[in-house]
């Protein structure tokens, strides 16, 4: 499996790679970069690496690479400017991401690949992907979610003194300042995280907190996040690959859970071949069902007053009609697998 990373000069693209050529779960890594330079030393670094890693080959490539390639992830973005607003920047990012995806449906993306969004404002620039790109909107990702739940567990962990992997936790909807902490289920491997010795609702805030200002408090410390999100990408190119079908919080067009449609948002999702395999559900709290759908809200505002700009563009994504989406029963509506034939999933 072919992988290309669209912006694969930079922190970001570059510690997507060495961690996909530390799993070892891909054949080729191709970097594609507008510092072509740049991409050249980390494909060199890595090659560099190589025999103590895997035997993944890593290169530079062009647009050009696209053509044949499986998995293209774009982490190309741009840093807010001193005295510029949240808007104008997501402006400009839009504009920066639309040219490079142009770039890439015009070098010949295949039906068949799959795209992941990681460049924000990430639920913003996945619903445009969905919209513009040309394949299944079930084969289009945004990160979303992923790393900040990534970023969760590690916090409660430190502040619990357990494993950070025996930490289950989510946080969903927004990527951004209204994203949601997931209290109903977490647990410590299985065991309720109110009742585990030593958790209180300060401790809680705490990590949450910490979460939602980790990208300000690396961009402080370091310029900003890197090995992290490159963890995270790999999580979600190994699920695909693999057909291992995680259930990871990534960002995809949401057709009526939750009472949220026609935005991009993180929620539980079964991630395999096929790309989004099926939307999970969870019975959640009154106000954690409020979280997200305030979250929707705030998507959906900012993409209307970018669609304002720049058009409205509308893909024909197979949507099965509200009517069909509501729950019979008992029962938990369940709209991707009427909207996924079995045989696009290929196993």
Same mark, same amino acid.
């Given at each position: 499996? +072919?992988?290309?990373?669209?912006?694969?000069?930079?922190?970001?693209?570059?510690?997507?790679?060495?961690?996909?050529?530390?799993?070892? +779960?891909?054949?080729?890594?191709?970097?594609?970069?507008?510092?072509?330079?740049?991409?050249?030393?980390?494909?060199?670094?890595?090659?560099?690496?190589?025999?103590? @890693?895997?035997?993944?080959?890593?290169?530079?490539?062009?647009?050009?690479?696209?053509?044949?390639?499986?998995?293209?992830?774009?982490?190309?973005?741009?840093?807010?400017?001193?005295?510029?607003?949240?808007?104008?920047?997501?402006?400009?990012?839009?504009?920066?991401?639309?040219?490079?995806?142009?770039?890439?449906?015009?070098?010949?993306?295949?039906?068949?690949?799959?795209?992941?969004? $990681?460049?924000?404002?990430?639920?913003?620039?996945?619903?445009?992907?969905?919209?513009?790109?040309?394949?299944?909107?079930?084969?289009?990702?945004?990160?979303?979610?992923?790393?900040?739940?990534?970023?969760?567990?590690?916090?409660?962990?430190?502040?619990?003194?357990?494993?950070?992997?025996?930490?289950?936790?989510?946080?969903?909807?927004?990527?951004?300042?209204?994203?949601?902490?997931?209290?109903?289920?977490?647990?410590?491997?299985?065991?309720?995280?109110?009742?585990?010795?030593?958790? @209180?609702?300060?401790?809680?805030?705490?990590?949450?907190?910490? @979460?939602?200002?980790?990208?300000?408090?690396?961009?402080?410390? +370091?310029?900003?996040?890197?090995?992290? $999100?490159?963890?995270?990408?790999?999580?979600?190119?190994?699920?695909?690959?693999?057909?291992?079908?995680?259930?990871?919080? $990534?960002?995809?067009?949401?057709?009526?859970?939750?009472?949220?449609?026609?935005?991009?948002?993180?929620?539980?999702?079964?991630?395999?071949?096929?790309?989004?395999?099926?939307?999970?559900?969870?019975?959640?709290?009154? +106000?954690?069902?409020?979280?997200?759908?305030?979250?929707?809200?705030?998507?959906?505002?900012?993409?209307?007053?970018?669609?304002?700009?720049?058009?409205?563009?509308?893909?024909?994504?197979?949507?099965?009609?509200?009517?069909?989406?509501?729950?019979?029963?008992?029962?938990?509506?369940?709209?991707?697998?009427?909207?996924?034939?079995?045989?696009?999933?290929?196993?």
């Amino acid at each position: 499996m +072919k992988v290309s990373i669209v912006g694969g000069g930079g922190l970001v693209g570059s510690s997507a790679a060495y961690s996909l050529q530390c799993s070892g +779960k891909v054949s080729q890594i191709c970097l594609i970069d507008a510092n072509h330079e740049a991409a050249q030393g980390h494909a060199y670094e890595m090659l560099n690496a190589s025999s103590l @890693t895997s035997d993944i080959r890593v290169f530079a490539g062009s647009m050009a690479d696209i053509a044949d390639t499986d998995i293209v992830v774009i982490t190309a973005g741009l840093r807010r400017k001193p005295d510029e607003s949240r808007l104008d920047l997501i402006h400009r990012n839009v504009d920066l991401f639309l040219s490079l995806l142009s770039e890439v449906t015009k070098a010949g993306l295949r039906k068949s690949a799959y795209l992941i969004v $990681v460049s924000n404002p990430v639920d913003v620039l996945t619903y445009l992907a969905v919209q513009r790109s040309g394949l299944p909107w079930q084969r289009v990702l945004g990160l979303g979610t992923q790393l900040d739940t990534a970023r969760f567990r590690g916090n409660l962990g430190q502040l619990l003194n357990v494993p950070p992997s025996q930490v289950h936790a989510l946080i969903l909807g927004e990527h951004g300042d209204s994203m949601v902490p997931i209290w109903s289920s977490a647990s410590i491997n299985g065991l309720p995280l109110t009742q585990w010795p030593g958790y @209180t609702p300060a401790l809680g805030a705490k990590a949450f907190e910490d @979460t939602k200002t980790a990208g300000a408090t690396l961009i402080k410390l +370091k310029g900003g996040s890197s090995m992290a $999100v490159g963890h995270s990408i790999r999580e979600v190119v190994e699920s695909i690959a693999d057909d291992s079908r995680r259930i990871l919080p $990534v960002s995809t067009l949401q057709l009526g859970l939750y009472g949220v449609r026609d935005v991009c948002l993180s929620v539980p999702t079964i991630v395999g071949c096929g790309g989004c395999r099926q939307q999970i559900q969870l019975n959640l709290l009154p +106000k954690e069902q409020q979280g997200l759908q305030q979250s929707a809200r705030v998507l959906r505002e900012i993409i209307d007053q970018v669609e304002s700009r720049i058009g409205r563009v509308r893909a024909d994504t197979g949507i099965v009609p509200e009517a069909n989406l509501r729950p019979r029963g008992n029962a938990v509506p369940t709209p991707i697998q009427r909207s996924i034939p079995r045989s696009a999933w290929g196993k």
